[in-house]
């Protein structure tokens, strides 16, 4: 190597081309468009570079690839220092720049990327329809950007671990969208602040430790965030068991078996649950009062295992349940407060993984819950129990986005029953109240959701009926609270 070669002062353009990783045609362009200074003119007709335009080559390369402005911006920001009107209006001009911008570099055949990511076409348009890749056609076909290929690995390896492919969608779409905002935020600060600089290695430093320290910034907050929301859960989880004692402790039952024992004074308790259940009077048969049949043995588990649940045992109310088969017509309630009972367990668990370990199985139990019975009280019920599964622990597993479905049919159900049961009247201060509580729990559900306008539209019905009940004078509390922290 001669020399010349040697000393970075004096570098012809293909030895700037080597030094610089930049072809010699964008670095003619660069010279056309006023990006870099010109040579200077040696012997002849020979021009040579120096180190500044190494540095200011790799200046602009950085601000493409790494801070994606256009070349006019970039311009601006490397001649001398503008005026601060200057600035305004680089800043303002770079707010209207389309940021979907797709680097022309680097780009893969769209076959290749099929190749690797074991992704059909079909799944890749969804994913371009979604906004997180964008493929280019060209005389080769249609392509990706590498750093795209990058991101369908990542689809890739979730896929390969069991996630499923929407919840990465869901997923992935919170992230780019709050980083979007953030990135953009980030360029324009950045934008403004390097407009204050003048040499390059002063644009090279900024760039690169400031896009270092800011994403090892974002991926501790991941880590501590991620932390501080499992303590949340955790810590709202051990409100569960009061609330779901709240759930079966029905206050109307003492008034109903005020009325039934004035009328049938031998009536014992567990019938007034069969009562409930099995959606007759009860008759008297040599002196005795009772549903005209001895009590069932399901109804028994169902009563002994609400018990255990109130009194907190939910362990043997989980193992009480389990004797009542599938199939049975008092099944979906059984299942339903199985969920209740393995959400109420989960509580005391203070590990995430086997957190959501038991979680699933709560949730596969009020699947299991909503099989058909050809006893329309066993349904109301089970919907009831799955309505407040989701109203205790809303967000997890979609069990909220039934609630509002769960909750109609439990109104409309409570007033066919009225109307159509024999022992409908009698029972209709138990059904209003489970129509109450339904409404109880919906707005805890929807104000830990914050959705405050929806809480609301249910408190205004439960304060226009009557007002000397537990949950009318609540929701007239619970009013307050959400109109005064508005």
Not at 201 to 223: M, P, Q, V
Not at 253 to 272: D, G, H, K, Q, W
Request: hydrophobic share 40%; net charge neutral.
């Amino acid at each position: 190597m001669s020399e010349k070669s040697k000393n970075p002062q004096k570098l012809k353009i293909g030895q700037l081309a080597q030094h610089s990783g930049t072809p010699v045609s964008t670095i003619k362009f660069y010279l056309k468009e006023g990006l870099i200074d010109p040579p200077v003119k040696g012997e002849g007709s020979m021009s040579y570079y120096s180190q500044s335009h190494i540095d200011r080559i790799i200046t602009i390369k950085k601000l493409q690839k790494e801070r994606f402005f256009p070349l006019t911006v970039i311009k601006k920001m490397l001649s001398t220092k503008p005026a601060p009107e200057e600035i305004s209006t680089i800043t303002e001009g770079l707010e209207d720049h389309s940021w979907d911008t797709t680097l022309p570099t680097d780009l893969v055949p769209l076959a290749t990327v099929v190749e690797q990511t074991g992704f059909s076409i079909e799944m890749l348009d969804r994913i371009e329809q979604e906004g997180f890749i964008h493929t280019v056609t060209t005389l080769q076909g249609r392509m990706i950007d590498a750093l795209d290929l990058e991101i369908l690995l990542l689809f890739k390896s979730r896929r390969e671990a069991g996630l499923p492919f929407e919840h990465t969608l869901q997923i992935f779409s919170i992230y780019r969208k709050h980083l979007r905002q953030a990135v953009k935020e980030d360029t324009l600060l950045c934008l403004q602040n390097v407009l204050t600089r003048k040499e390059g290695a002063d644009f090279i430093n900024y760039i690169t430790e400031g896009e270092r320290t800011a994403t090892a910034y974002t991926s501790l907050c991941k880590i501590k965030y991620t932390r501080m929301q499992v303590d949340t859960i955790i810590k709202k989880h051990e409100t569960i068991p009061i609330r779901i004692v709240e759930a079966l402790n029905f206050r109307s039952l003492e008034s109903i078996a005020a009325v039934v024992r004035s009328t049938y004074p031998e009536l014992e308790f567990t019938s007034l649950l069969e009562l409930i259940l099995d959606n007759r009077p009860p008759i008297v048969s040599r002196g005795v009062a009772s549903t005209g049949k001895p009590i069932r043995q399901p109804v028994q588990y169902l009563l002994h295992s609400m018990l255990d649940m109130i009194e907190g045992n939910n362990r043997q109310a989980l193992t009480t349940l389990k004797r009542i088969k599938a199939g049975n017509e008092f099944s979906p309630l059984a299942a339903a407060l199985m969920g209740l009972a393995q959400i109420t367990q989960v509580s005391r668990i203070s590990s995430m993984v086997y957190f959501m370990g038991e979680m699933r199985k709560a949730v596969a139990f009020f699947e299991k819950s909503k099989q058909p019975s050809p006893n329309t009280s066993v349904i109301l019920l089970a919907s009831y129990c799955r309505l407040v599964g989701a109203a205790v622990r809303p967000n997890f597993f979609d069990l909220e986005k039934d609630a509002a479905t769960t909750f109609v049919h439990i109104v409309d159900q409570t007033r066919t029953l009225v109307a159509d049961l024999s022992n409908g009247r009698l029972i209709q201060p138990f059904l209003e109240e489970l129509v109450l509580k339904s409404s109880y729990f919906m707005v805890l559900m929807y104000l830990e959701c914050e959705l405050v306008t929806q809480a609301e539209n249910i408190l205004d019905r439960m304060l226009a009926g009557e007002r000397d009940n537990f949950y009318s004078v609540w929701a007239q509390r619970k009013k307050l609270e959400t109109v005064g922290q508005r």
